[in-house]
């Protein structure tokens, strides 16, 4: 029989309340070894980027962006949104066109209904990215002015993207792909349209990418990123032609924006002269001239 508590002498039960007391201490403390999550609501956005969280991204962002009068984070906000919605176009366009071009290669006619409804399926999702991305310009660029300088804050992607969607292959000679391909083609195709838009954004590859974002920031040139913007809402407005979407109003507000995002690095170039990029602007006012007359 174990003698009771009460029997113990009055210093064994204090050594006892003092141990005791430790034990639930070092139990309840905090650990060491989480980091603590971020509090900043785009410091939390950058994070759900990293780990491949995009429809979490823009939530976040959602309302930063929105900001009037801007906030302190309103502009880095814009600017991821840009980067997302131009990787989504990217992907959901590649998708489209394979899944066009799989239907048109297939025997099968029960095969060419569901690759066209994929290629439907598609095109929505890239025109909501298109009309989005004319939305971020706006906010960006507005009334034709942009920052001079500008500030992408996140880190690369910790899943990288591939550099060829595989199971696309099989789907453009006519094969039939299984539903766990068509869902593993759609992330891949996005994580590789993400992948390009950062490339395109540092005017490089993933690699530059990677480099310029090891820090978890980099500065873009004003002027650079309204090219980019310019050359996607291109891309964009395409969705909506008479090949595709077949919405000529829809159409025309990409044209309008891009136009936007053209003039903003145009009027940056009187200060500061750069022939190349002004050629290309002049090449993209010509292209949308182009695409207004494809309704």
């Known amino acids: ?16 309340f003092i141990v005791l007391a430790g034990i639930i ?11 603590a999550a971020p509090t900043n609501p785009y410091d939390r956005a950058a994070e759900a980027f990293k780990k491949g969280q995009l429809d979490n991204a823009l939530d976040i962002t959602d309302k930063l962006a929105r900001a009037m009068p801007p906030a302190d ?40 209904a569901a690759y066209r409804r994929l290629r439907s399926d598609n095109l929505s ?4 990215a298109a009309l989005n991305l004319a939305e971020t310009t706006h906010q960006l660029a507005p009334d034709g002015v942009i920052a001079k300088e500008l500030t992408l804050e996140v880190s690369f992607p910790t899943t990288e993207g591939p550099t060829t969607v595989k ?30 838009a950062l490339a395109d954004v540092v005017s490089g590859d993933r690699a530059k990418a990677r480099q310029a974002l090891a820090s978890g920031s980099t500065k873009l040139n004003g002027a650079d990123f309204a090219i980019f913007l310019a050359k996607e809402l291109a891309d964009g407005a395409t969705v909506f032609d ?12 990409l044209c309008d924006e891009g136009d936007v995002a053209v003039k903003a690095a145009l ?19 010509d292209q949308f001239k182009t695409i207004r007359k494809d309704k």
């Open 1 to 16: 029989m174990f003698p009771s508590f009460r029997s113990c002498s009055p210093s064994l039960r204090l050594l006892s």
């Open 25 to 35: 201490l070092v139990s309840c403390g905090p650990s060491t070894n989480q980091p």
């Open 73 to 112: 984070f309103t502009e880095r906000a814009q600017v991821l949104r840009a980067v997302i919605y131009t990787g989504e176009l990217k992907g959901s366009t590649e998708l489209a066109a394979a899944y066009d071009k799989g239907a048109e290669k297939s025997k099968n006619p029960q095969f060419q």
């Open 125 to 128: 999702i890239a025109a909501k």
């Open 167 to 196: 199971q696309l292959a099989r789907v453009l000679e006519g094969g039939w792909i299984e539903p766990d391909d068509q869902e593993a083609a759609q992330t891949d195709a996005v994580r590789k349209g993400i992948d390009e």
């Open 242 to 253: 008479r090949h595709h979407g077949r919405d000529p109003q829809k159409m025309l507000t």
């Open 267 to 285: 009027a940056q170039f009187k200060d500061k002269p750069d022939k190349d990029l002004e050629k290309e602007a002049k090449k993209l006012q």
